[in-house]
C-alpha cells in the first residue's frame, strides 16, 4: 500500500490537541507544503484545535518560506516551544507568529536549540526529562525568565531548578510529541528517506524516532519518489518503518532563495574563487580582527551577523581552509553562507545530524566560536535574543546559548554605538558622527550569555568593536586594544558613559586591518 498522500490528507490526520514537531532550520528543510495544508484545514474546519508545535529551530523565515506562521491562527496554535523563530527586516510586516506573541495569544518559549533536541531524545527513551546546565543564569533559567517569551508562557512553566549530585542544574520534564512533520529529498515506496539535495540532515530522525516511540504520526514531505529497493541503505537517513505518510512537492525550495544549488547538497565542489569576499567596511575591520584569534588547524563554531564574514577573510588571505568551520544545522568544513542563506555551507566535509553537532557544541569540543551582539552590559552579559521595540529582528536565541554555555574561548563581535557615522581610511577609523545610543548598556534587556558564570568558569571572551576590543575581567568590561583613530576617552569611556575602561597598557590595533588588500594572516 503506497504511503504517498496529498498535504491535505495527511493533516487531516492531526487530532485535535496533537504536539506537533517540526523539523526545519527557517527556510532550510521546512515542510513548508504539509503546514500550509494545516493552516488551510483549520481555516476551512475549525480543526485541528489546541495544537502545542516544537521546533528545534525556526520554522520558515521571513523571505519567502511562512513556515509557522501557516500555522499562527488563534484556536488553531495554543503553545509553542522554538529554538528560534522567523525574523528578517524592519521594512517587512511582522510576521503572524510574533504578533499572537506580543499580543499574548499564545503560550510561548524560547528554548535553546540543543537543549530542544535533548528533549525529543530523552522523551523518546522514555527518561524523565533533560538535565543540563545549559542556560544558568541567563533567560532559560526561572530565576529569570524561564524561556517564557509572554504572559501566557509564564504562566505555564516549562523548566525548573533542581540540586542533584550536589551542583544545580535546569531540569526541563518531558513534552511528548505525538506528530512529527519532516522534510526529506527522495521517499521510496516503503517510506525510506534519503536528504541527497537538502543543506542539511538537521533533527528529523530523532524526532521521527520519539514520535514513534510513543505511537504517534510522522509525515514526512520530499520532492519526489521512488520505486522501493532502490534506494542504496547507506544513503537512507529516516527508514521507513518510521514513516507513515509521504507528501510529494515538486517545488520545495533548497532554501528561501534556492531552489537548488549542488554546492549546498554537497554533490559539487564551487572553485574557491567563485565565493565572494568581504565588502571592504567597517564590518570586514571588525570581521578580521575576529580572525586575528585563528591559528591553523582549529576548529570554530560560527553565527549570524559580522562573524559570518569571518570565513571570508581567511578566503581573501589565501587560507580559505586553514579553519574547519561547524555550525549547528550540520555543516562541517567549506564555506559558510551568508545573509538569507546562513546555515548552510558549500563545499563541506561532512553534514552532521544538528542533535550530534549540539552535543558537541554542548561540551564544548571546538577551539573557539565566533558569535555576534546586540547589546553588552557591565557585567559582560550579551542579549541577542530579544527586542523589546521590534522583537522579530531577532530570531531568538538559536543555539547560542548551547555553544556559550561551555566553550573555551568566545569571540564576539558588534558596533559600539548603533547609528553612528565612521569614517574608514588606510590609516584608521574616526568618529565622525556619534550614534544615537550605546550598545554598552547598564542591564542588558535579556540576559542570553552570563558575564558571571562565563568569570566563575574561566572562559576567554572578547568583544570586538569598530572602536576596541574589550576583555571580560573582574571589573567588567576593559578596553585593551584601541582601533587607530579612535579617541579612547570621547569614543569609548565617554560614549559608554563609563561603562567600559581603557586598560593602562591598552595597545593599539595594527594599520593591516584597514587596507583594501589582504592582512597578512598566516596559519
Given amino acids: 500500500m503506497s504511503k504517498v498522500v496529498s498535504a491535505a490528507e495527511a493533516v487531516a490526520r492531526i487530532q485535535d490537541g496533537a504536539v506537533v514537531t517540526v523539523s526545519s532550520s527557517s527556510a532550510l528543510g521546512c515542510p513548508d507544503l504539509v503546514l500550509k495544508a494545516l493552516g488551510e484545514r483549520f481555516d476551512a474546519e475549525g480543526h485541528p484545535r489546541g495544537l502545542t508545535t516544537l521546533h528545534p529551530i525556526a520554522a520558515g523565515d521571513m523571505y519567502g518560506v511562512k513556515g509557522m506562521d501557516h500555522i499562527a491562527k488563534d484556536g ?3 503553545r509553542v516551544l522554538a529554538g ?4 528578517g527586516p524592519s521594512n517587512l510586516p511582522m510576521p503572524e507568529i510574533w504578533k499572537m506573541i506580543v499580543e499574548d495569544r499564545v503560550a510561548a518559549y524560547n528554548v535553546p536549540s540543543g537543549v530542544m533536541f535533548d528533549m525529543h531524545r530523552e522523551a523518546a527513551a522514555r527518561r524523565p526529562g533533560v538535565l543540563t546546565r545549559v542556560g544558568l543564569e541567563t533567560f532559560v533559567d526561572p530565576i529569570r525568565e524561564g524561556c517564557a517569551m509572554n504572559a501566557k508562557g509564564a ?6 531548578r533542581v540540586e542533584f549530585g550536589g551542583e544545580t542544574w535546569l531540569h526541563f520534564p518531558n513534552i511528548v510529541p505525538n506528530v ?3 522534510r526529506a529529498t527522495t521517499a521510496d515506496e516503503r517510506g525510506n528517506l534519503t536528504y541527497e539535495h537538502e ?3 538537521l533533527g528529523g530522525l530523532e524526532q521521527a524516532i520519539t514520535v514513534r516511540n510513543h505511537g504517534g504520526l510522522v509525515i514526512a514531505q520530499v520532492s519526489r519518489t521512488t520505486a522501493a529497493g532502490s534506494l542504496r541503505p547507506h544513503d537512507v537517513r529516516v527508514p521507513g518503518h518510521l514513516v507513515d505518510l509521504v507528501v510529494v512537492d515538486p517545488h520545495q525550495k533548497q532554501t528561501c532563495e534556492t531552489p537548488y544549488d549542488p554546492a549546498i547538497s554537497g554533490q559539487i565542489m564551487r572553485p574557491w574563487s567563485s565565493f565572494k569576499l568581504a565588502e571592504h567596511g ?3 575591520v571588525i570581521a578580521r580582527r575576529a580572525a586575528m584569534e585563528l591559528k591553523g588547524g582549529m576548529t570554530a563554531n560560527l553565527g549570524f551577523g559580522i562573524s559570518a564574514q569571518v570565513p571570508r577573510i581567511l578566503l581573501e588571505e589565501g587560507h580559505p581552509d586553514a579553519v574547519t568551520w561547524a555550525i549547528e544545522q550540520g555543516a562541517v568544513g567549506g564555506m559558510p553562507l551568508t545573509d538569507f542563506a546562513f546555515g548552510c555551507a558549500s563545499n563541506a566535509d561532512a553534514y552532521v545530524p544538528s542533535p550530534q553537532q549540539f552535543i558537541y557544541f554542548q561540551g564544548a569540543g571546538f577551539d573557539v566560536s565566533f558569535l555576534s551582539f546586540l547589546e553588552v552590559d557591565v557585567e559582560g552579559n550579551v542579549n541577542v535574543s530579544k527586542l523589546g521595540k521590534k522583537p522579530y ?3 531568538g536565541c538559536g543555539g547560542f546559548v548551547d555553544i556559550t ?3 573555551k574561548k568566545i569571540v564576539f563581535s558588534g558596533w559600539f554605538e548603533a547609528g553612528a557615522e565612521i569614517a574608514l581610511s588606510d590609516n584608521g577609523i574616526r568618529v565622525a558622527r556619534p550614534g544615537k545610543f550605546t550598545k554598552m548598556v547598564e542591564r542588558v534587556e535579556h540576559v542570553t550569555f552570563s558575564g558571571n558564570r562565563a568569570r566563575a568558569q574561566g572562559q576567554d571572551v572578547l568583544y570586538i568593536t569598530e572602536r576596541c576590543v574589550m576583555r571580560l575581567g573582574e571589573g567588567g568590561l576593559v578596553a585593551t586594544e584601541i582601533m587607530p583613530g579612535i579617541d579612547a576617552q570621547a569614543d569609548i569611556v565617554g560614549a559608554s558613559q563609563g561603562r567600559v575602561r581603557v586598560a593602562e597598557n591598552a595597545t593599539t590595533m595594527p594599520a593591516s586591518l584597514f587596507g583594501t588588500q589582504p592582512m597578512g594572516w598566516t596559519p
Fill in 199 to 201: 543543506g542539511a540532515y
Fill in 393 to 395: 529582528l531577532t530570531a
Fill in 76 to 78: 488553531l496554535l495554543t
Fill in 84 to 87: 528560534s523563530y522567523p525574523s
Fill in 405 to 407: 554555555a561551555h566553550a
Fill in 282 to 284: 567597517v564590518e570586514k
Fill in 155 to 160: 504562566a505555564q512553566p516549562i523548566v525548573s
Fill in 180 to 182: 512529527c512533520i519532516l
